[in-house]
């Protein structure tokens, strides 16, 4: 156990939580984590799944069986984000404990501890042709890692205040991050400057994701709200109202037509962009959910939420 879990402590005991009628769609449960779930993610295939938790480890899990492969162990405290890399041959998580971890996917050893940042390292994100690792931090720092030798490359500066969340666009060439400012900054990857300043409306942005053809940019926050911005312009085409909490995580479907958001509230949505209504609402989580995903066919959603639970819906 770590230093902070031993402050705060872990819930490795018999949670007990309200009944709730599940939606329909629900596909299946998975359960194994000691502690609340704060971030999934599927492999390019589908197949997998990577999952990261309060209870301090990265668990790796097949979906078709649901069954857990391998748990990865070795962070002092939370592991508050994880990814998977495209080729499907590393994941990577970053943790309270200031560090990021890059992981064998085949074997789930531990190939590399990258440290470098002073405090919480809130998400982790692979470079679309997998050689390196993006992390941000608490610390105002964005930081670039050498996949295969888990060296530091680059430090991004200019946040002012926590740095909560970063993306990749899909052609590798920038990376958008926000957090406690007001502000979406966009960077030039090559150079490492910040390239473009959108207001975000939000006194604090938890996630953000580039559509797959990076023309759009979803993100969302402690409003309640899910906001699609003009990549280009920075202008916010629409915004997304539903939810009745902050909103914790927001990801494209993969044809780019929808977006998936997951919120305090205990639910999540899904949206279409063209018109900003809202298509379904899922319910089965009963405490805040903290991720989702879309598979890579577009046709499940997964979720993970702070009652331990990892949900797959279906989306119709």
Not at 101 to 114: F, N, P, Y
Not at 258 to 274: G, Y
Request: glycine fraction near 8%.
């Amino acid at each position: 156990m770590g230093f902070l879990s031993k402050i705060f402590g872990k819930k490795e005991v018999e949670l007990t939580l309200p009944k709730v009628v599940e939606d329909v769609n629900l596909i299946k449960t998975m359960e194994g984590h000691l502690d609340r779930v704060l971030g999934v993610k599927f492999s390019t295939d589908g197949k997998k799944l990577v999952s990261g938790s309060f209870d301090e480890t990265v668990m790796l899990w097949d979906v078709e069986s649901g069954k857990s492969l391998f748990t990865m162990k070795g962070h002092e405290t939370w592991v508050e984000c994880i990814d998977y890399s495209r080729d499907g041959k590393r994941l990577a998580s970053g943790s309270t404990d200031s560090t990021v971890r890059i992981w064998d996917a085949a074997t789930g050893q531990c190939l590399h501890v990258c440290k470098g940042h002073d405090t919480a390292v809130r998400m982790v994100a692979f470079s679309p042709d997998c050689k390196v690792v993006a992390s941000c931090s608490r610390d105002t720092t964005i930081r670039l890692w050498d996949v295969q030798t888990g060296k530091e490359l680059s430090q991004f500066l200019g946040h002012k205040s926590y740095i909560e969340c970063l993306a990749y666009s899909h052609d590798g060439k920038r990376i958008a991050s926000c957090g406690e400012e007001t502000v979406i900054k966009i960077w030039d990857v090559a150079t490492g400057k910040n390239i473009a300043n959108y207001k975000t409306d939000d006194r604090l942005s938890h996630s953000l994701a580039f559509s797959p053809d990076d023309k759009l940019i979803a993100f969302c926050g402690r409003d309640a709200q899910v906001k699609i911005l003009d990549a280009s312009s920075g202008d916010i085409i629409k915004v997304l109202a539903g939810h009745g909490d902050a909103v914790r995580s927001v990801c494209f479907t993969p044809d780019g037509s929808k977006v998936v958001s997951a919120a305090n509230d205990e639910t999540v949505r899904l949206w279409d962009i063209s018109s900003g209504k809202e298509l379904h609402l899922y319910r089965g989580h009963v405490l805040e959910v903290q991720s989702v995903d879309v598979s890579p066919d577009g046709k499940m959603i997964v979720s993970g939420s702070d009652d331990r639970k990892i949900k797959f819906w279906a989306i119709r």
